[in-house]
């Protein structure tokens, strides 16, 4: 059966290779696992909460209408860290496609966690579309601005947790040249290193990154991950380290840091304004090793 759709989750397995799944948390659409020939690709937190309680730590959790918390807007500066969509229960819509199978999921102002949607009270509606290849994933966001008057100003972003096996061994490549914010030191310049590599806690906002760049982990010279982005011209990279780590309580094992790197296609520098009754789409496509799937 390619679909398991129960209470709190739906699990859809490729119907090709019952060893490659993709598992979705209702309460935030978390992806928390995906598995190509039963191998894990993403990390995830032992002591995740997958009970609805808190938003995961680990997986895939879906950040909107704000990335980080918002100190100047009159009402996004109301809404917890990240926004609301990772906070709600979203609404499982079925299968969409059986080959490649693709599911979706809707969430709205009407059945979003209504304590912040009090704090948030615009319209809108979200639809996540999860795709699933023998090798690879792909995640797309369909925002729809239902107002019938007002604008609608969001961030969003996927914050991928990639599992990777030793985070001193590990880069992230395809990002020289590029511009970034380094959300430690508050300060911005131009990456001229021809790749990231990690030594200490890691938080910078890639801006603008060019849209044909695709953004690859590598381990020891080998592609581990690799990631293509649409209409998302950020990326943030992040692993939190020993100190981090240590101050986050559903973080575990505190050493997990070394087993894991964050690179989150979104749209996080500014704002995306939508008109009233307009649309706006993006997805990010994961694969563990080369690219060779050129549609997106």
Not at 210 to 227: F, Y
Not at 240 to 248: A, D, Q, T
Request: charged share 20%; net charge negative.
């Amino acid at each position: 059966m390619p679909i398991q759709n129960n209470d709190s989750e739906v699990i859809l397995t490729h119907p090709k290779n019952s060893q490659s799944s993709v598992t979705i948390l209702k309460y935030g659409a978390t992806v928390y696992s995906w598995k190509i020939n039963g191998v894990e690709q993403l990390w995830l937190s032992t002591a995740a909460k997958l009970d609805g309680s808190k938003p995961v730590r680990g997986g895939i959790p879906l950040v909107f209408p704000v990335f980080g918390k918002n100190e100047t807007d009159p009402l996004l500066s109301k809404l917890p860290q990240h926004g609301l969509a990772r906070n709600s229960t979203w609404e499982f819509l079925g299968q969409v496609k059986e080959d490649p199978p693709t599911i979706q999921f809707g969430l709205n102002k009407e059945i979003a966690n209504p304590e912040l949607t009090k704090l948030w009270p615009q319209d809108f509606q979200l639809v996540l579309t999860v795709e699933l290849g023998v090798d690879f994933l792909k995640t797309s966001i369909e925002v729809d601005n239902t107002s019938n008057s007002e604008e609608l100003k969001f961030n969003w972003l996927f914050h991928t947790y990639l599992r990777i096996e030793d985070i001193e061994d590990t880069m992230v490549s395809n990002l020289a040249g590029m511009n970034f914010y380094d959300q430690l030191i508050k300060e911005s310049m131009v990456d001229k290193h021809p790749v990231v590599t990690f030594h200490q806690e890691t938080d910078v906002i890639y801006k603008n990154v060019n849209a044909d760049r695709v953004i690859q982990v590598v381990n020891r010279g080998k592609p581990i991950h690799t990631l293509k982005r649409e209409n998302l011209p950020d990326a943030v990279v992040w692993n939190p380290w020993v100190k981090k780590s240590e101050g986050m309580g559903d973080f575990e094992p505190k050493s997990g840091y070394k087993n894991m790197v964050c690179v989150e296609p979104g749209h996080v520098h500014d704002f995306v304004v939508l008109a009233p009754g307009k649309k706006w789409n993006a997805s990010q496509l994961l694969y563990k090793d080369a690219l060779n799937y050129q549609a997106i």
